[in-house]
C-alpha cells in the first residue's frame, strides 16, 4: 500500500511538473510568436522616401542602367562618369565647341589610318582592314518609341495639371520650375546636365548606403511640411474661389 501511494505521489509529480513545463513552454512559445510578430509589424510600418515598396535597385528599373547608377559594376560607372567629366571639362572649361571637335576627331582618325595603310606597304604587311560603320534599325526604333511615350505621358500630366483639378499638383509644378529657371540663370544647359549626371552617380548609391538613417530623417521632414502645408492651405488656398467644374461634367 505504501509503495502504491508513493507510485501515486510521484505520478502526481510528474503530471504537475509536465503542466508547469507545458505551461512555460507554450507561453515562450507565444511569447516568441508575438516577439516574430513586432518586428513583421515595425518592418510594415516602416517609412520609406517617396512611399516606395522596393529596393532602390528594382526602383530604377533593376537592370544595367541601374547597375551603372548604383556602382555595381565599378569599372563602368567610374568610366561613364570620367567620360562625362572630359566632355564637361572639353565644353565649358576648355570652351570647345562640337562642331570643332568632331572634325579635329575626323581629321585625327583618317590621318592615323591613311598613314597606317601606306606604311604597310614598307615594312611587307598586309593594310588596316577597316571595319564597316552602320546604325542598326531596331535600336533606335525603340529608342524613338520610348522617347514618344514619355513625352505623351509628360504632356498629358501637365494637361491634367492646367485642367485645374488638383491645386497642390499645381503649386508644386509651378514651384519646381521657378526653380528650374533660377538654376537655369546660373549656369547653362551643359554644366546643368552635367550636375544632374553627377548627382544621378552619388545621391542613389549614398541613399542605398545610409537608407536606414535618412529614412527617419525625411519623415519627420515630411510631417512638418504636411502641417506647413495644412496651415497655408487653411489660411489661404481654401479662400481662394473656384470655378464649378464638377457643373461642368453635369
Known amino acids: 500500500m ?24 507554450s507561453s515562450s512559445s507565444s511569447s516568441s510568436d508575438s516577439e516574430d510578430e513586432k518586428p513583421s509589424e515595425m518592418k510594415a510600418k516602416i517609412f520609406r522616401l517617396f512611399g516606395r ?54 581629321i585625327l582618325v583618317l590621318a592615323v589610318l591613311f598613314l597606317w595603310a601606306n606604311a604597310t606597304t614598307f615594312i611587307n604587311k598586309s593594310p588596316p582592314r577597316i571595319p564597316e560603320v552602320y546604325i542598326p534599325e ?14 505623351n505621358r509628360a504632356v498629358s500630366v501637365l494637361r491634367d495639371i492646367a485642367s485645374g483639378r ?16 533660377i538654376v537655369g540663370t546660373w549656369c547653362n544647359f551643359l554644366t546643368l546636365f552635367y550636375i544632374v549626371f553627377v548627382l544621378l552617380h552619388t545621391v542613389p548609391v549614398l541613399y542605398e548606403k545610409y ?16 502641417k506647413q502645408y495644412a496651415v497655408f492651405d487653411a489660411k489661404v488656398l481654401s479662400k481662394i474661389p473656384r470655378g464649378p467644374l464638377k457643373d461642368k461634367k453635369h
Request: hydrophobic letters at 45%.
Open 2 to 25: 505504501a509503495e502504491h501511494e508513493e507510485t501515486k505521489g510521484e505520478s502526481m509529480m510528474e503530471k504537475v511538473a509536465e503542466k508547469i513545463h507545458g505551461g512555460d513552454s
Open 53 to 106: 515598396e522596393k529596393p532602390v535597385h528594382k526602383v530604377f528599373g533593376g537592370g544595367k542602367p541601374a547597375d551603372v547608377l548604383l556602382w555595381r559594376n565599378k569599372k563602368i560607372s567610374a568610366g561613364a562618369l570620367g567620360v562625362a567629366t572630359a566632355i564637361w571639362v572639353l565644353f565649358e572649361l576648355m570652351e570647345y565647341h562640337l562642331l570643332t571637335l568632331v572634325c579635329h576627331g575626323l
Open 138 to 151: 531596331e535600336p533606335v526604333l525603340q529608342f524613338a518609341s520610348a522617347l514618344r511615350l514619355e513625352i
Open 166 to 181: 488638383e491645386l497642390k499638383k499645381f503649386l508644386a509644378v509651378i514651384a519646381g520650375l521657378w526653380v528650374l529657371s
Open 211 to 226: 537608407e536606414d538613417k535618412i529614412d527617419p530623417l525625411a519623415e519627420k521632414l515630411t510631417i512638418e511640411l504636411k
